[in-house]
């Protein structure tokens, strides 16, 4: 059995920033974990709240012990988690909070998550203001949320603001999280990527591998209008284009008889159809659509870069 920590991608400077407080022993007080929501906010609290609250000697969580086991299964005694039910966060879940802090601590440190600050209202926020200013001895608050200025600027003030930054390409390519189209179109956001690959995944991409086709070997593309709907949507154009330099990467590498490395075997009449085409074609292609891509033309009419991308390629 691993700790949390190690099913973790990114974040390190979080991470040892939260260990310098545990050695130096000053972790204590109030902290606020801002970023986007599917960035690993939560999972990261219970992976450092491990670490305090293993059982071992290391000064990472073993993961093995009772402790750490309680803690993966969300289950530990000294762990409170707070979730909204519907829009806001109810006062009986702060008197929950105010119970739980009474209570006397069986272990070293306890720890108070609320998730979704931005859902303390006015008069929830207030029951809690003085104990978040000041928490018991031996407790620590984590608070989660979009971003610092969705959260009540009473609670913001009174916390330590650790910033989530999305994951970067680079590291979730080497824990190949997932298929590399899929990886530049989340955006470092882990639940994008999972619902992407879950997902839409199959039928999104079979529509835009067919639309891949029909730009290169259409002869009236231009006067089809099933394909106009599919560009006009900013994120799906995004992730299309991701998508369709994935098949046009692995085209090539089909023609070249490498099928070791396709990454959308899945879709092999497509792939075979376009491994056919002339390279030169593909490659003029290819280069056309990171164009689009480093554009960022989303905002630019779509269906105009395509017709003229289909001019061009004829
Ligand atoms: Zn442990």
């Known amino acids: ?11 390190e400077a979080l991470f040892n920033a939260w260990s310098k407080l545990i050695s130096k022993e000053s972790l204590e007080g109030t902290f606020l974990f801002v970023g986007p929501s599917g960035i690993g906010k939560i999972k990261s609290t219970f992976a450092m709240i491990q670490q305090v609250l293993c059982e071992g000697e290391l000064d990472q969580a073993c993961g093995q012990c009772g402790s750490c086991l309680r803690v993966s299964q969300r289950q530990h005694e000294s762990v409170l988690h707070i979730q909204a039910e519907g829009a806001s966060i109810k006062v009986d879940q702060a008197h929950d909070v105010l119970h739980f ?27 809690l203001l003085k104990t978040l200013e000041e928490p018991p001895h031996g407790t620590v608050f984590i608070l989660t949320a979009a971003s610092t200025t ?9 916390a330590k603001v650790f910033k989530f930054n999305p994951l970067s390409i680079e590291d979730m390519q080497k824990h190949q999280v997932g298929p590399d189209w899929a990886i530049l179109a989340s955006q470092g956001r882990m ?17 835009w591998a067919h639309f891949l086709n029909q730009l290169l070997t259409s002869d009236d593309f231009l006067s089809q209008e099933a394909w106009k709907d599919l ?13 369709m330099l994935s098949m046009i990467r692995d085209a090539s ?11 959308n075997m899945d ?5 075979k159809k376009l491994s056919q085409m002339p390279m030169e074609k593909l490659e003029v292609t290819f280069v056309k659509i990171l164009e689009l891509q480093k554009q960022q033309a989303f905002n630019k009419d779509a269906v105009l870069s395509f017709e003229s991308l289909y001019i061009g390629l004829r």
Request: glycine share 2%; proline share 0%.
């Open 191 to 207: 639940d994008r990527l999972t619902e992407l690959v879950e997902n839409q995944n199959f039928e999104f991409r079979k529509s």
């Open 101 to 127: 802090c009474q209570l006397r601590s069986l272990s070293k440190k306890r720890f108070v998550i609320i998730e979704e600050a931005e859902k303390l209202r006015a008069a929830t926020a207030n029951i």
């Open 150 to 158: 969705s959260v009540l600027s009473t609670i913001r003030s009174r």
């Open 1 to 11: 059995m691993n700790s949390l920590r190690n099913s973790i991608i990114g974040h």
């Open 231 to 243: 560009v006009k949507n900013r994120e799906d154009l995004k992730m299309g284009l991701s998508f």
């Open 267 to 271: 879709l092999r009449d497509d792939l």
């Open 253 to 263: 590498f089909l023609y070249w008889n490498e099928k070791d490395v396709l990454r």
